[in-house]
């Protein structure tokens, strides 16, 4: 029992795709009502150029899950 010959993977041509982030652009977050929100467009680079797969957005303070706000509270002392 034996692999018929053309068949290995490795002659396979293969495409090489990188994902790059393009620069961010900060905006107000409606939110935490401050400057902290990130935009930043996804571009993905191909042998046939670049283009652009989409964007993300996120608040360096809302999604800063290693560091949450703490609850706010009014002290009436
Ligand atoms: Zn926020």
Redesign the pocket.
Known sequence: MSRPPGTAASHRPWTAFVLHAATPEASW????K?W??LTVGLLLLTPDGISTVGTRTW?????DTDHPLPPRRIDRG
Do not use: R
């Not at 977050?29 to 935490?32: D, G, K, L, N």
């Not at 608040?59 to 999604?63: N, Q, S, V």
């Open positions: 977050c409606a939110v935490c401050a902290t929100c608040c360096e303070i809302c999604d």
